[in-house]
């Protein structure tokens, strides 16, 4: 499978709710450049192309992790540590999208450099809208840092 052209990335381990996040944003235009892992090992795997991504190439870079905040493997909060202490991809956009509103939660993520904390809408119209603006500003709106 061809990787080079993967802007988003994301890792969720919910079936449920990776479907509902692809949909809205495949209904929004930005599906076409997203890949979808279930754990925190593989969107590691992803980043670093190591193992099953070993091929990928690296230099059509990410625009945007989403990251769910608990996950097999390695929790999504890894995951943000270490993206955020690596000084090579440490100015990709990670936005967290879970279902914790757990107060030290939100305060780790954004003190390991989180860029946003989005609670996952529990009602599949609020989830759809929710998807289709983080698209949008993360995606259009944003001016990434060079």
């Known amino acids: ?10 890792a969720e381990d919910s079936k ?9 944003l495949t209904k929004s235009g930005f599906s076409n450049k997203l890949h979808h ?14 193992g099953n991504y070993a091929l990928r190439n690296t230099t059509e870079s990410l625009k945007l992790i989403l990251l769910d905040l608990k996950m ?6 890894e995951v943000l540590e ?3 202490s690596d000084l ?11 279902s914790s509103n757990e107060g030290p939660d939100i305060e780790r993520c954004f003190a390991l450099g989180a860029n946003s904390y ?4 529990v009602d599949s119209d609020n989830f759809f809208r929710a998807i289709k603006e983080i698209g949008i500003y ?7 840092q060079h």
């Not at 892992?37 to 190591?50: K, P, S, W």
């Not at 993360?138 to 990434?144: C, E, F, G, S």
Request: include cysteine.
């Open 1 to 10: 499978m061809n990787y080079d052209n993967v802007e988003i990335l994301f």
């Open 16 to 24: 449920d709710d990776a479907i509902l996040t692809i949909r809205a």
């Open 37 to 50: 892992v279930a754990d925190g090992a593989e969107a590691l795997d992803f980043i670093y192309c190591r």
């Open 72 to 77: 097999p493997k390695v929790s999504g909060m």
């Open 82 to 84: 270490k993206i955020k």
């Open 88 to 98: 090579e991809i440490k100015s990709i956009p990670v936005v967290m999208l879970t």
């Open 118 to 121: 989005i609670v996952k809408p």
């Open 138 to 144: 993360w995606m259009i709106l944003n001016q990434p």
